[in-house]
């Protein structure tokens, strides 16, 4: 999955953000934690692309011949 789309709605979610602490009183408002709590979705989706994406090199590497790594 390319995480540009994701990255983009994050940056556009960071934005609303700041708009609205801006207007409301409380960073504790529904509609501000609604928000962050979507940000926090994408953010750990985001996290989950990388880890998977460092695993799959990992076994990429390995099966380019790279012989195992020694226990001694």
């Known amino acids: 999955m390319d995480p540009h789309p994701l990255i983009n709605r994050l940056e556009q979610l960071q934005r609303r953000l700041c708009e609205m602490a801006a207007q409301l009183d409380k960073l504790t408002d529904p ?22 994406g460092q695993s799959l090199k990992k076994i990429e590497a390995k099966s380019d011949g790279e012989p195992p790594p020694s226990l001694s």
């Open 31 to 52: 509609e501000i934690v609604a928000v962050s709590e979507e940000a926090d979705r994408l953010i750990v989706q985001l996290q989950r692309m990388h880890m998977e």
